[in-house]
């Protein structure tokens, strides 16, 4: 007989494959998501003091992902504000912590145990400033220059080093082109069990005209680089059950394990 917290672990499940199966919830959401996003929904969280500019959807899934991958390492694209590697580093930093009590050890706050590298290829004065003085900062590595700049990759693939699970986020420039060159350079990096996730690919499944100033947009943007990645990369499959929890996300079909 299975115990009471397995029994309530696969009655969620079953829920979620439901959400995922109902089309009215599924279309409110959509429609939803889409005046929201007109609001600019996403601009108006932070995470410890530094704008995050995500969903707090996503931000909860991400949060279930670290808990359960335990990355010794997070690849960012994309930087802007800092929030996101403000809570990677924040999540870690409980890693670290449960691991350590668990251990009977201390920590040595000067030599952290897991980290996080941002790549961004402007990364502007006054937010690298608040970044570097944020108490997480220890965690944090900053690169500037192009997520797909050889040089770029080769030394975010040094800071990796011989980590044993790793973890990537890409959510810079996301046309087709940039979004597909990211995966190719940096999935590889991702450890089997663990995830690729890929934002922003919901501009798929928004209105057109919502992305006018933006060198992005239906037909060009994250979800169809991730359609031709993963039809030459059986090493990766999406992971539905993120999506089907969430509903809102801006990562439908985004949440890539890799699996071989």
């Not at 007989?1 to 009655?11: A, V």
Request: aromatic share 8%; proline share 4%.
């Amino acid at each position: 007989m299975t115990d009471p917290h397995q029994r309530f672990l696969e009655e969620c499940e079953r829920e979620v494959a439901a959400q995922g199966e109902d089309a009215r919830l599924k279309a409110l959401t959509r429609d939803w998501f889409t005046a929201a996003n007109a609001a600019k929904y996403s601009y108006h969280f932070s995470w410890l003091g530094r704008p995050i500019i995500q969903y707090p959807q996503d931000i909860v899934a991400f949060q279930e992902l670290i808990w359960t991958v335990k990355p010794d390492v997070i690849v960012e694209t994309g930087i802007a504000h800092g929030g996101s590697l403000i809570l990677s580093a924040s999540l870690l930093a409980m890693l670290d912590l449960f691991e350590a009590a668990q251990a009977g050890e201390k920590l040595d706050p000067a030599a952290p145990k897991r980290k996080v590298i941002g790549v961004d290829i402007d990364i502007r004065q006054h937010n690298r400033e608040a970044i570097e003085a944020h108490p997480l900062a220890q965690r944090i590595t900053m690169l500037q220059g192009s997520s797909v700049d050889s040089g770029i990759v080769e030394q975010v693939r040094a800071l990796v080093g011989d980590a044993r699970t790793v973890l990537v986020s890409l959510d810079s420039n996301h046309t087709h082109e940039h979004v597909l060159a990211e995966l190719e350079a940096y999935a590889p990096m991702v450890s089997v069990g663990s995830y690729c996730v890929v934002f922003d690919t919901v501009i798929e499944d928004l209105p057109e005209d919502m992305f006018a100033d933006r060198p992005w947009s239906r037909g060009n943007n994250a979800k169809t680089a991730v359609r031709e990645f993963l039809a030459s990369n059986n090493r990766f499959a999406i992971d539905k059950a993120v999506e089907n929890k969430l509903l809102i996300t801006v990562a439908p079909d985004g949440f890539l394990k890799r699996i071989g």
